[in-house]
């Protein structure tokens, strides 16, 4: 069955750097689309970045040139670099799996999705990042 699998948050002081890893299992890993996305307290869901399968990335603007997110498709695992975080970013963060390549950009990019829609086929557990 499909598995994806985060690890790598902590807790860091402001300016710092983690960097969050997702492995993939049960599925072609390849086929999909992958993004992450983040769930502060109290606050909805908001993605973070995207990648499709030939390398295109997109980032929410909050996060612009401080992350960055990649993948190694010979070990079915996708990466987010964080640099200089910020207390704004603490959050769970949730990496995804999506056919949905356009649904899936346009939610990373903060942009509504029509109702019912989801912008991923599979979600992980999530990995919590504080920063303080």
């Known amino acids: 069955h499909v598995q994806l699998v985060e690890s790598g948050g902590g807790s860091v002081q402001a300016g710092g750097s983690l960097r969050l890893s997702c492995a993939a299992s049960?599925?072609?890993?390849?086929?999909?689309?992958m993004g992450w996305f983040r769930q502060a307290p109290g606050k909805e869901r908001e993605g973070v970045a995207a990648?499709?399968?030939?390398?295109?990335?997109s980032y929410a603007d909050s996060v612009k040139g401080r992350f960055t997110i990649s993948q190694d498709n010979a070990k079915n695992t996708l990466y987010l670099q964080m640099n200089n975080l910020k207390p704004e970013d603490t959050a769970v963060y949730y990496c995804?799996?999506?056919?949905?390549?356009?649904?899936?950009?346009?939610?990373?990019?903060?942009?509504?999705?029509?109702?019912?829609?989801?912008?991923?086929?599979?979600w992980g557990q999530g990995t919590q990042v504080t920063v303080s």
């Open positions: 995804a799996a999506s056919l949905r390549c356009p649904q899936l950009v346009l939610a990373v990019e903060g942009e509504p999705l029509n109702p019912g829609e989801q912008p991923a086929h599979y």
């Open positions: 049960g599925y072609t890993y390849s086929s999909y689309c």
């Open positions: 990648i499709d399968s030939d390398g295109s990335t």
